[in-house]
């Protein structure tokens, strides 16, 4: 049994961990069981979001997949007889065969009550890395009403011309999680500090964001992120699909962004209300949907590295590298300074913007390894390249 926890792609990547640690013990997954008390709090199950019948069957022949725990099993765990327990971050394939192995034949059901990045990205099998990428790529298909919404809001798009989705990751949970307050007034700043502190989970209470910002740890903003796709010249006539809940700050923050672009779209301009009802207060399935929109588009651009632009920059390289732009934020905020103060002309501040971001388009590269740091090295799922079509002889080295 496992218990997943974070957003959507957190939990994605995460299933495709736990049915790969599951074939290589030989022992029974249980469907798993979606997080509803994160900060999103969607109530979602597993069957909400994904197609349970595909996963099940497309994985039988490397895993056995139950719905629900045998009635005699089942019955043990409703009175309390489970060992429940997270796995440690980042272990080896090794560990779980030495470590949770004899748990699981000692106490026949063992519970896995976090699953976030509990394998290691580097050193595994090889039949290890492919079945993670099997699991992502083929066994999870979303349901079949987003999947048909996915490819009409991409239709709609289409039949306009080339479009650019912008993870536009300027929300008020990722605001106030990082103590990023760049272009924040006061009151603001008052706010998302308020709510930072109401979340124990969040650990990091006292933050500088002016020294988080130059280190490249926060996300762009609304009026960065226009400078920065005016200096990589990408065409205004482009239409530009922003996958973002609310943005914080609402028109204000997003006026520069739409005088510099103003075909910009969300799914709620595209759909009609009545299309969307449905997944209302239903956060992961909106993802799913600006998840499926990502894949498709011409450009993807994200704005801050967290799941989604690691998961979806993995699939669009298994795609065929599909352009994906991967901002060096800590390189673009120190140009904007310059150019903001000026010390840099446009031309400069442009030309500079381009050359820095050449080899940063979702090339072909090898995932950089650094030992016993793995939150700093290349994620797994950002740049899966063993289940990759070039041969390593045409990757190049980060």
């Known amino acids: 049994m496992v218990s997943c926890n974070g957003g959507l792609n957190q939990m994605r990547a995460a299933i495709c961990d736990m049915v790969t640690i599951a074939r290589y013990l030989n ?43 045998p009635p005699r099993l089942k019955r043990r765990v409703e009175m309390g007889m489970v060992y429940s327990m997270p796995p ?44 993670r990428c099997r699991v992502n790529f083929s066994a999870l298909r979303f349901t079949s009403q987003i999947e048909e919404l996915g490819k009409r809001v991409s239709k709609l798009l289409r039949q306009n011309g080339p479009f650019i989705v912008l993870h536009l990751r300027y929300e008020m949970d990722m605001l106030a999680f990082s103590g990023c307050t760049q272009g924040c007034n006061n009151e603001e700043v008052d706010e998302l500090t308020r709510m930072r ?11 500088n964001s002016d020294l988080k910002r130059k280190d490249g740890l926060c996300p762009l903003t609304p009026e960065e992120t226009a400078l920065i796709l005016r200096a990589l010249d990408i065409d205004n006539s482009y239409q530009i699909y922003i996958a973002a809940g609310e943005i914080y700050g609402g028109e ?32 992961s399935q909106m993802a799913a949907l600006d998840y499926l929109v990502s894949l498709e588009s011409d450009i993807f651009i994200p704005t801050y590295d967290g799941n989604m ?21 800590r390189l673009l905020v120190d140009l904007i300074d310059q150019y903001n103060s000026g010390s840099l002309s446009w031309n400069e501040f442009s030309d500079a913007v381009k050359e820095s971001h050449v080899s940063r388009k979702g090339q072909p590269t090898k995932r950089s390894v650094i030992p016993d ?20 002889g045409q990757l190049s080295s980060t």
């Open 27 to 69: 022992v029974t997954l249980i469907v798993p069981e979606l997080d509803k008390t994160s900060f999103w709090a969607d109530p979602s199950e597993f069957q909400d979001i994904f197609d349970v019948d595909h996963f099940i069957t497309s994985l039988r022949d490397e895993v056995r997949i139950l719905k629900e725990l």
């Open 88 to 131: 440690i971050s980042w272990s080896d394939i090794s560990y779980y065969r030495n470590q949770i192995l004899p748990l699981i034949q000692k106490y026949k059901v063992v519970h896995l009550n976090r699953t976030d990045t509990r394998l290691a990205n580097n050193g595994q099998p090889l039949d290890i890395q492919k079945l």
């Open 197 to 207: 502190y109401a979340y124990p989970w969040w650990k990091e209470k006292i933050i």
């Open 252 to 283: 204000r923050r997003m006026a520069s962004l739409g005088s510099a672009y103003p075909k910009l779209v969300r799914k709620e301009t595209l759909l009609e209300p009545s299309d969307l009802r449905f997944f209302e207060n239903h956060s």
């Open 309 to 329: 632009a690691k998961v979806v920059e993995g699939h669009r390289r298994f795609l065929g590298f599909k352009q994906t732009i991967l901002l060096n934020r």
């Open 373 to 392: 740091r793995p939150k700093e090295e290349d994620y797994f799922y950002a740049n899966p390249e063993e289940c990759l079509q070039p041969s390593y």
